[in-house]
């Protein structure tokens, strides 16, 4: 790594969120699934208190289906004929024309946070497992936003909710290898496209709290130029023991099919705490927390287990509440939410950890400091990671 005093190191340089334009509140979506479930009073009393109690107020939506007022309107949601429930191919049409537009207001506004010129960006990483057509998605980013055809991508495909930070930690170690490297990272998940005809309380819990949305961050060298910005740290991905089949995500004939285990809170809280040990060598715990919500009962474990207070979880909560589990987008958005917090305070240099979580079972941990104003390091720093 070149030795120069201009550098802090390697950092998200500028960030930006966007989710469609179809708000649906939990209350609302909540009746709709029970109007289809007029036969099965059972599930429809489990839906109600599930969607209760969620930790889900508001989520977003490409899909305008799911806006309509009753199950009979709703052709992802009938509550009885089913043949005319989209299918995967309409499904996977849906997210080829809605993806990129939602991916490019993303991509552009972390551009103009970060002050990088597109004609910097050298790499370009995308991420999505909610959708897939070639020439992809970043293919068609890469046109929209007039980058050099000569720009390396790497799709991220398929790797379920921990994988936007995984392309993080991706990004980082180009700019380690390559240090005049720039890292645009787009992640988009249109989630709400799977939903489908509740048939069991599996499918209930997994349509209770997931949403669309995309974010997209520019990573590489800080230098006097920025302020506000998160330099990465070390970390790694890990997979957890006896859980490859607790979380699930297959491609069926009316979308894709998610199975998400009760047993995925207990898991966790019972490998976290060793492997963030592995993480940390030695040093205390730091004050953020930027963790992915899977679920609210995810974000209670990981609190519980690592005692943390609850102004330290809010970022994670909030998001929950307010635009729903957007699978690997998520992490974006809570690192996001989170600068703006530490912006509005004044805050000084702060340590955190983020985490993300996803199928395998697979953790995704990173150290990372919130950088107010640029700071010259008193001593090169060594930039060795796991």
Request: charged residues 20%.
């Amino acid at each position: 790594m070149t030795q120069n005093s201009q550098f802090t190191g390697i950092s998200i340089l500028g960030m930006g969120t966007a989710l469609p334009s179809h708000p649906i509140p939990q209350a609302d979506i909540s009746e709709l699934i029970t109007s289809s479930l007029q036969d099965r009073p059972d599930l429809a009393r489990f839906a109600r208190r599930i969607f209760r109690s969620c930790g889900v107020e508001m989520r977003y939506t490409v899909e305008p289906e799911f806006t309509k007022k009753s199950s009979t309107e709703c052709r992802y949601l009938p509550s009885n004929d089913l043949s005319g429930v989209p299918t995967t191919e309409e499904r996977m049409n849906t997210y080829k024309r809605e993806s990129v537009p939602l991916g490019l207001t993303a991509a552009k506004a972390a551009l103009l946070d970060s002050g990088i010129d597109k004609s910097e960006i050298t790499h370009l990483i995308t991420v999505s497992c909610t959708g897939q057509f070639l020439p992809g998605l970043d293919v068609m980013l890469m046109k929209e936003l007039g980058l050099s055809p000569r720009v390396n991508r790497l799709p991220l495909i398929f790797q379920g909710c921990a994988a936007g930070l995984k392309a993080i930690q991706m990004a980082r170690d180009v700019v380690q290898g390559s240090p005049e490297s720039k890292v645009l990272v787009v992640c988009v998940e249109l989630s709400s496209l799977h939903f489908q005809p509740a048939m069991d309380r599996e499918a209930l819990f997994a349509a209770s709290f997931f949403g669309d949305g995309a974010a997209g961050c520019v990573i590489g060298e800080a230098d006097k130029n920025h302020s506000s910005y998160f330099e990465l740290g070390k970390g790694y991905s890990v997979l957890l023991p006896d859980s490859t089949e607790d979380m699930t995500w297959e491609v069926g004939n009316a979308g894709f099919d998610l199975y998400l285990s009760p047993r995925i809170p207990k898991l966790l809280g019972e490998y976290l705490a060793p492997e963030l040990e592995l993480l940390l060598e030695g040093d205390k715990l730091p004050e953020l927390w930027a963790i992915h919500p899977g679920g609210k009962g995810i974000v209670d474990s990981v609190q519980n287990v690592l005692e943390l207070r609850d102004d330290q979880t809010k970022y994670s909560r909030d998001i929950l509440k307010n635009a729903g589990n957007l699978s690997s987008v998520t992490i974006m958005f809570v690192l996001a939410a989170m600068r703006q917090d530490m912006r509005d305070k004044n805050q000084e240099k702060t340590k955190g950890i983020a985490m993300a979580f996803g199928p395998g079972l697979t953790a995704e941990l990173m150290q990372f400091t919130y950088v107010p104003a640029y700071q010259v390091a008193e001593t090169e720093p060594s930039h060795v990671y796991l």
